[in-house]
């Protein structure tokens, strides 16, 4: 059976950088023939369809497991269609949010970090979509509330997925929430923290309270690390992982939902940058992280072969810039389609020698 890749399809740059992405995953490059389901979210359909084609994708999602995405613009008048991604998450049942930070050959990064940084965040709950609201005292202050909410069935999504990913990836589990302060909101995260890595003794784990995290990240060296945290917690830290190594360009973001047995149901991949509408159409843009994310969506097959072969974009896209191919936000001269070809060029190498 041919696999199928789900195809969101966005907005300005973004979309042009999904297709440069696609470029790679041609038959003639990969050796495999993929089906592309196609839907397109750019604006204009999202306004001409209210919405609907974002549903539809969803639900293609859910039936096949694995999509890819580009930047979509989210307008901003009310009324309007609104965010894509938070469609998205919303429809595929989406549990967590994961961003992975690597080091890009010629980037320095702060400080010392090298190896992997990726955040595992709750992708609901928290204090997004908490209900506010203000009252007046009688002495003339005025008080804010907020309603912020987490289910333990998240937590253990979460924490059990952190463990699981740190043990494929060679990787430490390490921070937390800052249970000492609230011990009954976070303290049940961190009570399941602790509980996966009782069933994982074989995964390192080192729990660091949120503000320390910050702090032990600057002075972070080459041990790999996944850092669970709770949606706004992992908000934050994702940007602030990022810029650790230099750039957002070595960087693709994951949307994953889960069945009850913690095997991932369905994933939606993606860059983490926009839709750049100042680079549109002047072919220099970066594809580097929109072309992580194609790798990442083949890791998500099911075909050993097909999960094969994202390892073998990854590597071939990260030798392109250790090559000094790289684009101008790199301090390179290439242009995005001289990055693309240089990744195709590898790919194609690499498999006629048997990588």
Known sequence: MTPVLVVLEGDQTGQELLEEALRILQPDVIGVQLEFRRYDLSLENRRRTRNKVVYEAAAAVLETGVGIKAATITPEEPGDVGSANAILREAIGAHVILRVGRRIPGVRPVGGVYGEIAVMRMAVGDAYGAKE??????????????????????????????????????????????????PVYEGMFKEELDAAAARHPEVKYEPVLIDALYAALLSATGEPLVVPALNRD???????????????AGAESRILSFNPDFSVRAVVTEATHGTAPRLFRKNVANPLAMILAAAAALNYMADPQVQHIGDLIREAALDAIRAGVRTADLQGHASTTDVTEAVIARVRAWRAEGR
């Open 234 to 248: 992992g908000d934050c830290l994702s940007d602030f992982v990022l810029q650790l190594f230099g750039s957002i």
């Open 133 to 182: 609201w203000r009252e007046q005292t009688e002495d003339g202050d005025e008080l804010a509330f907020r309603t912020d909410r987490i289910s333990r069935r998240i937590c253990r999504i979460v924490a059990e997925y952190a463990f699981r990913y740190a043990e494929q990836h060679g990787a430490k589990v390490f921070g937390g929430p800052k249970f000492t302060i609230s």
